[in-house]
């Protein structure tokens, strides 16, 4: 939804749902018999990820040459993993995880002349873990280690600043911006044990027990730059170019 509030408030806000249901099934088969077999599936059957959220960003016009945008975000997430009785991963039970987050961003757009503005920017992210951090058992990445379900694992964070100058006149439009961004909490894949060892034997293969962990920090950043100039009323030139840099620095 839109609102302007006496010619100087700009409001946008709203909420969206997502609703995940996972219906899974695995099965062997012997290609030279033709025997099949059934096997536990990667996720449990009958799990669900469930996400809420409001939001409500304000454009303010505080002087003819200065903008905010001030907003907010609610999130409220849901995720619930059954493992049936029988299966290889009974032992974990129901993993249930209900996180919420409350973040906010901060904008500001400064007119230095008719053409050029300053920009900046400062919010804050969240990423509640999905069902794959959260619930999977099994092989992954052409079998070259297995991974089992960490009912503990939490949320990631970021803050990131970026700013720069937007150029726009009457044969020219330009932008450069510079970024950076910060993750704490970051999911890295850890060692761990199932069943009390360190390895299973999957179809012959000896691999590798790993769980995601919250055991990470790390960053991007980078800049980037554009720029359109018209030639002439029928043509003109543009380019693009980007950089980044990204380190885990756990």
Do not use: C
């Not at 990423?127 to 991974?147: E, Q």
Request: hydrophobic fraction near 35%; avoid cysteine; charged fraction near 20%.
């Amino acid at each position: 939804f839109n609102k302007l509030i006496a010619r100087k408030h700009h409001v946008v806000y709203g909420s969206e749902f997502y609703y995940d249901r996972v219906a899974a099934k695995s099965f062997s088969r012997n290609f030279s018999t033709g025997a099949m077999g059934n096997r536990d599936p990667l996720f449990p059957d009958n799990a669900s990820f469930v996400n809420f959220g409001s939001f409500l960003q304000n454009h303010i016009e505080v002087h003819p040459r200065w903008n905010l945008d001030l907003g907010a975000r609610f999130s409220a997430f849901r995720l619930r993993a059954p493992f049936a009785p029988g299966t290889a991963g009974e032992q974990f039970g129901t993993v249930q995880q209900s996180p919420t987050s409350l973040t906010g961003s901060f904008g500001s757009l400064f007119k230095v002349s008719d053409e050029l503005s300053f920009v900046t920017n400062i919010a804050q992210g969240f990423r509640t873990p999905n069902l794959d951090d959260v619930s999977k058992l099994g092989p992954g990445k052409g079998s070259s280690f297995f991974d089992i379900p960490n009912p503990d694992v939490g949320p990631e964070k970021t803050v990131s600043f970026d700013g720069g100058f937007k150029m726009n006149s009457r044969r020219m439009r330009a932008n450069v911006i510079g970024y950076y961004n910060f993750i704490t909490d970051l999911l890295l894949r850890r060692p761990a044990e199932f069943n009390g060892a360190s390895f299973v034997v999957e179809e012959g293969d000896t691999l590798q027990v790993f769980r995601k962990e919250n055991a990470g920090r790390a960053y991007t950043a980078g800049f980037e730059f554009s720029a359109d100039f018209l030639l002439t009323s029928n043509s003109a030139v543009f380019g693009r170019l980007s950089f980044t840099r990204g380190q885990n620095r756990s």
